[in-house]
């Protein structure tokens, strides 16, 4: 399909065609389509920019009538020249949360269905700023804030520095008619009342570019955490001995890089759910340790915690019916 040469258009296809020369130079990719306006203006902007394009369409079956919505969604990417379109139906029933769940489902099939290629998700600017304020109501420190990166295997995300009513303009300049999710304008949401409610008053009071500050605050932080990350890895090569932690070593580092060491090593041994006060916890073992009692954490089995101990200057990390005391 040869797109009309408008603004809002270009702007979009000069994102995409970025994206590729960055991170896909065969330019084969899939995208993600709802049929929401993000999402098409994508598969037109990628359709126009990468070799290849294959169309995802995830139907949550949530709604009376999603299996029609997400069949017209594929055949809108076809028409827009996709060079195939596909339709995953999948069960939302994880825990969480219906958005927790209904995300979990979503990624799990574009993941199992993308084949060789990265998804690209239209995730704009505005989405950005979402993610940062939910990740500063967490208070779990600068990674909760680093937002959602360009790309990060599979998921490529050419739209970060794109306003929503870019894609929006686009869809009108394309004479497209997106799907309006009603799940997209339900308060029940926390994220839709952010969008709906929050942003705007922020944006009124503080007297405008809210998002894109927020935005670029996500940036910063990530790039200064990639830092810390290198930092925190050749710290963790000191520390770490045979899967112990040698505490008096890692407590020679600096706060932010020993909590990474930490992070990293409870992860890899299956924990679940961490938390800042959690990981402070177990860093207090490191870094003020005066005796106390092992910690536990999330993970383990259902008739058996997960817990971190420190015992002759090591911790060790594992189940509370294995733990030697």
């Not at 065609?17 to 037109?44: E, N």
């Not at 600068?142 to 998921?155: D, N």
Request: hydrophobic share 45%.
């Amino acid at each position: 399909m040869l797109l009309p040469e408008e603004p809002a258009i270009l702007d979009l296809r000069h994102a995409v065609r970025r994206w590729i020369a960055a991170h896909r130079p065969d330019g084969d990719v899939a995208v993600a389509l709802s049929g929401g306006a993000d999402s098409l203006a994508l598969a037109a902007a990628a359709a126009a920019e990468a070799r290849t394009v294959r169309a995802l369409v995830v139907d949550h079956q949530l709604q009376s009538g999603s299996a029609d919505v997400a069949e017209a969604a594929a055949e809108r990417a076809r028409a827009l020249g996709c060079a195939n379109a596909e339709v995953l139906p999948v069960d939302v029933n994880g825990s969480g949360g219906l958005e927790a769940a209904a995300r979990q489902a979503r990624y799990t099939a574009l993941d199992r269905a993308r084949g060789n290629r990265p998804v690209l998700l239209g995730h704009t600017l505005d989405d950005q700023a979402e993610t940062v304020l939910l990740g500063l109501s967490r208070g779990s420190g600068g990674r909760s804030i680093w937002g959602m990166s360009e790309y990060e295997s599979p998921w490529g995300r050419p739209f970060l520095e794109v306003r929503r009513a870019v894609t929006h303009q686009a869809c009108e300049e394309l004479r497209l008619s997106p799907h309006e999710d009603p799940h997209n304008a339900s308060p029940d949401f926390v994220r839709v009342r952010l969008r709906t409610e929050v942003l705007p008053l922020l944006e009124e009071v503080l007297g405008g570019g809210v998002a894109g500050a927020l935005a670029r605050t996500g940036e910063q932080l990530r790039e200064e955490g990639a830092v810390l990350d290198a930092v925190a890895a050749d710290a963790g090569s000191e520390a770490v001995v045979d899967r112990e932690i040698d505490a008096v070593v890692l407590a020679l580092s600096a706060p932010p890089v020993r909590r990474r060491v930490l992070r990293g090593w409870l992860l890899a041994a299956g924990a679940r759910g961490l938390g800042n006060r959690q990981l402070r916890a177990v860093d207090d073992l490191v870094a003020r340790w005066r005796g106390q009692g092992p910690v536990a954490i999330g993970g383990g089995t259902p008739d058996a915690r997960l817990v971190v101990w420190r015992r002759r200057g090591r911790l060790n990390v594992g189940l509370d019916d294995q733990r030697r005391v």
